[in-house]
């Protein structure tokens, strides 16, 4: 069968294998622009092919069931993504298959939906992977939006499944070869640790809650023990991830996000927490106290304006004002302020995009990751797109020379101080406030770092 973005089939196809056999159906119910599954796994994962013994699938054709086969896992998107392609990953791995770099027989492709362009990039990724893979696996955000996954060729498999539920299937679908012990392979020095999914909060122009659902949250003894884990693994850094961070509770154990970010920092062996990003409405003088009296918290935090604007926040649904933006963050002069800005919304004008550029100058925001405005299916803002494509790149640019700008500055007030920098590829490392450093030293270890320059990517320095 085809890519359509609401599967039929669970099995693995090859590019030559029909898809014309009798087979039981997985029911599925659209819920928003998601298609869910209403059946158990067991009754999905059967797909009987009338001309071959019974309970066998075109899966093992495919693959061959219960034999080692070869694979790979990449993201498009965010942190969260990361963390789900890697918990497929890690389920593939348990189930002694082989990690494959290069043209591997199984290839999962963790998508993104978040503008027009990822979902544009999550269909090249999978057109790619499907000339080389027997078969490729889609999971992830936009796997469960209408359409966004249709046409693509017949051995690419559209599973309609997000974070442990696509792991589940992929690794059911895969099958395991045996029992099997082996310590995973750690391809990064930070590991990110996904605490909460979801979100409730519908701004009028995301499409996250429509295809992650509402938002719910892990146990906090059992991320806990992940961190143990990560850190057990040798990662040196652990940033705890969700949709919406601020939103985690473990109401029956008593947890805030607050009581967390503590209990985590006070890991044996963990050297460095992080939060991936925090809504402005979830700062709070518990969380930054946190931060601030834990000793292994990142002096950092990232924080989505989306505009400097009422109006236009307003538009979005954001549910603060300017006047709070200011009285939450103008006291953090303590802590690496980085945010999100989309440009080009529905009714931004030059005053609205002045007052946005405005405000991140006023408050110093060293790195502003901007985002011309792309419609969605199934928001409230679907249907609107006032803001030429001329001027939201013309808005775009201005935006980034001024973060540019200020990024510049933070790395001069660096001049002469010493940091201590995690290396996490060749030449380039952050420190303990998650500003960039350019400087030699291994890969994965801390080094103590003297800020002697100034360059574009970051601090230059040298080892103290």
Request: a neutral charge; proline letters at 3%; aromatic letters at 4%.
């Amino acid at each position: 069968m085809g890519g359509g973005s609401v599967p039929q089939n669970g099995s693995a196809l090859t590019a030559g294998a029909s898809a014309h056999h009798t087979e039981p159906v997985a029911k599925r119910v659209k819920v928003g622009l998601a298609w869910l599954p209403v059946v158990p796994q067991e009754a999905a994962d059967e797909r009987a092919d009338p001309t071959r013994e019974k309970g066998e699938t075109l899966r093992d054709e495919a693959l061959g069931l219960r034999s080692m086969t070869t694979f790979s896992t990449r993201f498009l998107g965010c942190k969260i993504s990361f963390a789900d392609a890697q918990a497929v990953r890690e389920r593939l791995l348990a189930g002694g298959h082989v990690e494959h770099e290069g043209d591997a027989e199984a290839q999962v492709v963790n998508t993104c939906c978040v503008t027009h362009e990822a979902v544009s990039k999550s269909r090249q990724a999978a057109s790619r992977a499907a000339r080389s893979a027997r078969v490729v696996y889609l999971t992830g955000c936009a796997t469960r939006l209408e359409g966004a996954l249709d046409g693509l060729p017949a051995n690419v498999q559209v599973t309609g499944r997000i974070a442990d539920d696509a792991a589940a299937f992929v690794a059911g679908d895969v099958g395991a070869i045996g029992c099997v012990v082996a310590e995973h392979r750690v391809d990064r020095v930070r590991a990110f640790v996904k605490i909460q999914d979801g979100c409730s909060f519908s701004c009028h122009f995301c499409v996250i809650p429509l295809v992650r659902g509402e938002t719910r949250s892990r146990r906090a003894a059992a991320v806990l023990a992940e961190i143990e884990r990560r850190v057990g693994q040798g990662h040196r850094e652990v940033v705890l991830t969700g949709v919406n961070l601020g939103c985690f509770r473990d109401r029956e154990h008593g947890y805030t996000l607050a009581r967390l970010l503590r209990e985590a920092g006070a890991t044996p062996g963990l050297e460095r927490l992080r939060l991936s990003s925090i809504e402005l409405n979830h700062v709070d003088a518990e969380l930054v106290a946190a931060i601030r009296e834990t000793s292994t918290a990142a002096a950092h935090l990232h924080v989505p304006l989306q505009s400097g604007d009422d109006a236009v926040l307003r538009a979005m649904g954001r549910r603060y004002t300017v006047a709070q933006v200011l009285r939450k963050l103008e006291l953090l002069t303590d802590l690496n302020l980085t945010t999100d800005v989309i440009v080009g919304f529905p009714g931004e004008d030059e005053a609205s995009f002045q007052r946005t550029l405005a405000l991140v100058e006023r408050l110093g925001l060293a790195k502003t990751h901007v985002f011309p405005y792309s419609p969605r299916p199934g928001t409230r803002t679907a249907l609107d797109d006032t803001v030429s494509p001329a001027e939201k790149r013309d808005r775009s640019a201005r935006l980034r020379a001024l973060s540019d700008e200020l990024a510049r500055r933070r790395y001069a007030s660096k001049l002469g101080s010493v940091d201590r920098v995690l290396v996490d590829r060749p030449g380039r490392g952050y420190g303990d406030d998650y500003t960039p450093w350019l400087v030699e030293g291994e890969v994965g270890a801390f080094v103590a770092a003297r800020a002697v320059g100034v360059a574009k990517e970051g601090v230059l320095a040298v080892a103290a």
